[in-house]
């Protein structure tokens, strides 16, 4: 970590604007699948299920922050679990942030080229990961300043849209609205849609920066419950516009939604575009902050490496992948097949730290 970051404060609205900032980059695209297919009726609760134990993993992430003041997650895994803890958790957890920054990217440029775009090269769009790469490497402080920018302009117009969406929508075809069968715990797109509730892993580079980080679940929850708003418009504006049989069809149905929204008096008619422009600063934002978490956790492991070119290394080959990933499909199924990692590192990760930690508490106590 630089210097000049290493006396950074942040406060807890701080945090707050980052975790919001997470959720905007992962709220719209991909979330609303998973969740329209995991039940037929009912889709606000497997959104319900999952807050609750995302805030229970939030709070598991601040008591193993809490543990050694000062010090990332990093630090901690090696200082109590050794090289153990690192094979078992800091490289599982590198491998699984630059695998969703590469799937996170090639969604993007996917939705880019199918809407706004459709004759740009993918390796221009791609190219948004080098505005991130330059964020990160400014060190957190840039990413912070940055990101409280990026929220007061991309979350007003976010909460707009998703306002206006209300305008043509048929209640209706919500319905039942609270019968459910539990199908959804059956269903691989239900541990899916867990993607939505990683913010908190991001807390493992970034933690360090606070007085009191046993109190960081609370700007993660604060963050979860501004957001949930328009978590629950992006999966029920489709569904109440055009069934959930006909939503279930359609491969981005939020961004169809935006494409079904008209009133005479808009200036601008090109929504989508405007959605898909505002909704790209909490991608860059996002992609910043797993950047910098992946580079705090190479530097744990091999400290001699120069932090700057570890973020060129990183952001070519981040890059370069995107630009092989063979389709849509491919970026749906990548979830799916990540969802044992994902919780794992969620919930057995911290947990782990922390069992390990008491143990060697009383073993101090009793010699």
Known sequence: MKSSSAQLQLSMTQYFGLQMMVFGAISFYLYPYFVIHATDHGFWIPILIWMPLSVAGSWLFSRMLALHQGEDA?????????????????????WFMWRSMVVMISAHMEIISMTI????????????????????SGGIGSIVRTGMIFLLVSFPISL?????GLSNVEFSLGKPWL??????????????????????????ASGKFTKTPGKLWKPYIAAAVCFSPLILGAVYLP?????????????LPYISKMDSIYHYWLVIENLTAVFISSAMLYVILTLALMLHMIVAALRVIFWRWNEWWLYVIIGAATYASTLYVPSWDWIEKAVEWDSPFR?????????????????????????
């Open 117 to 136: 775009l459709p004759a740009t090269p993918s390796w221009v769009t791609a190219g948004v990961l080098w505005i991130a790469v330059f964020l990160a």
């Open 179 to 204: 019968h459910t069968s539990g199908d959804f715990l059956f269903s691989r797109k239900f541990y899916a849609s867990s993607c939505i509730w990683t913010g908190y892993l991001y807390m493992a």
């Open 343 to 367: 919780l794992y590192l969620m919930y057995l990760f911290p947990l782990a730290v922390i069992v390990k930690s008491l143990f060697s508490e009383r073993k101090k106590s009793h010699p």
């Open 239 to 251: 569904v109440l516009t055009f069934g959930a049989e006909m939503s279930r069809n359609l491969t």
């Open 74 to 94: 990093f630090s901690i895994v090696k200082r109590e679990l050794g090289w153990a803890g690192i094979v078992l958790f800091l490289l599982p957890l590198i």
């Open 160 to 164: 707009a849209l998703s306002l206006l």
